[in-house]
């Protein structure tokens, strides 16, 4: 069974930093390209980013880019994303999502962890 | 980056109803078109990928059709556990997500 485990939210002060992780288990992790997608309070889905299997290539949502880099440990079996200059806009929960196949259509989805930028 | 537009925004209708939304790209995407299911705090769910194939375990109730610019996802007959908001999704290019419908049971 996919399971996808998210940690390292929390509140954080406006310009500040953030790292987030997921876990991944029960699936080839190395196989897959996975992606975060945010969800603001009461909001709908936008997709922030994602990575490829191996080759390190990343993608960014125009509202990041410049703020914040996925990356990924084949080894640890886990992604990340570190956020920098955080602004309230980027309150949220965030969930990290595996792609199906090599699609970007997000077949597994972890619990999610909030984000709340707020002095 | 592909806008993509979902209407209605909402809708209510009653338990055995037959249910469309419909989802619209400002461009062509050909058939990746997705289609996904959030219950109040809950996870989304994949239920339809590439415009008509259903994800695992989904009930032959939902189907999709389309291609180029307009889609739509339909419910054949709308049980109380489908009261959630759907979300398209666009995995041509860089993804996007129309902005959701909530599905509420008279």
């Known amino acids: 069974e996919v399971q996808l485990l998210e940690s390292g939210g929390g509140l954080v002060q406006p310009g500040g930093s953030l790292r987030l992780s997921c876990a991944a288990s029960?699936?080839?992790?190395?196989?897959?390209?996975m992606s975060w997608v945010r969800q603001a309070p009461g909001k709908g889905l936008e997709w922030v980013s994602g990575i490829s299997r191996s080759d390190g290539t990343t993608f960014y949502a125009d509202s990041v880019k410049g703020r914040f880099t996925i990356s990924r440990d084949n080894f640890k079996n886990n992604l990340y994303m570190q956020m920098n200059s955080l602004s309230a806009g980027d309150t949220a929960v965030y969930y990290c999502?595996?792609?199906?196949?090599?699609?970007?259509?997000?077949?597994?989805w972890g619990q999610g962890i909030l984000v709340t930028v707020s002095s | 980056d592909i806008q993509m537009t979902q209407s209605p925004s909402s809708l209510s209708a009653s338990i055995g109803d037959r249910v469309t939304i419909t989802c619209r790209a400002s461009q062509s995407i050909r058939i990746y078109l997705n289609w996904y299911q959030q219950k109040p705090g809950k996870v989304p769910n994949l239920l339809i990928y590439?415009?008509?194939s259903l994800q695992g375990e989904v009930p032959s109730r939902f189907s999709g059709s389309g291609s180029g610019t307009e889609f739509t996802l339909t419910i054949s007959s709308l049980q109380p556990e489908d009261s959630a908001t759907y979300y398209c999704q666009q995995s041509y290019s860089t993804p996007t997500f129309g902005q959701g419908t909530r599905v509420e049971i008279k």
């Open positions: 999502a595996k792609w199906k196949g090599d699609q970007s259509i997000f077949d597994s």
């Open positions: 590439n415009t008509s």
């Open positions: 029960g699936f080839t992790f190395s196989n897959y390209p």
